[in-house]
């Protein structure tokens, strides 16, 4: 007789409202993960983990201060996948918010994460009030997923960044319009 599969229980999404040290070194195993694995997200090889660290330690300041909302995926081993909402904006902006850093790690890809953290962020950004979101991307990968995820392409900006062994990257821009909320 045969048995049934076993099944992966599904990432738990959420919001970290305060980021420890472990929560740090998982991240930055993640970023220095996406970064080996080509992402242009700011980082050039190599990524130390010690830099990497040092990066989600700038971030924990932000959400601390409420400037950053941080969405983090963790499945049996712990995060698996991350995804900001930079909700501090110029006073004439406060409608909106970026998207930033959806990093997924190579291990965990393929399983719908990275769509679940956007639904995350959306819904968040949404409690926030906010009802536009920005972001940009370098693969194009994620502009598939954000395209399925109804987000709007604007434009392409050749030669925008570079990928972390150098070579020059164009980045894609989206936008995704929020319903407001109900009074």
């Known amino acids: 007789m045969t048995q049934p599969a076993a099944t992966t229980p599904a990432p738990r999404i959420r919001a970290l409202s305060s980021v420890d040290d472990a929560h740090v070194r998982q991240l930055a195993d993640v970023l220095v993960d996406c970064v080996e694995g080509g992402a242009s997200v700011s980082f050039m090889l190599p990524l130390t983990p010690e830099r990497a660290q040092a990066f989600w330690h700038r971030v924990a300041e ?105 070579a020059p990257c164009d980045t894609t821009y989206f936008y995704r319009a929020l319903a407001p909320q109900a009074r």
């Not at 902006?93 to 965990?108: F, G, N, T, W, Y």
């Not at 399983?111 to 194009?140: N, P």
């Open 62 to 166: 932000g959400v601390a201060s409420g400037e950053r909302a941080l969405l983090v995926a963790e499945d049996a081993q712990g995060i698996v996948g991350t995804v900001q909402l930079v909700l501090g904006q110029p006073e004439n902006q406060p409608h909106r918010a970026e998207v930033s850093k959806m990093l997924v790690h190579r291990r965990a890809r393929r399983q719908g994460i990275g769509a679940l953290l956007m639904q995350a962020a959306e819904q968040l950004a949404h409690e926030h009030g906010k009802t536009l979101l920005v972001l940009d991307t370098s693969s194009a990968e994620a502009e598939r997923l954000y395209a399925r995820l109804g987000w709007t392409r604007v434009g392409v900006i050749p030669g925008y960044a570079l990928l972390p062994g150098g």
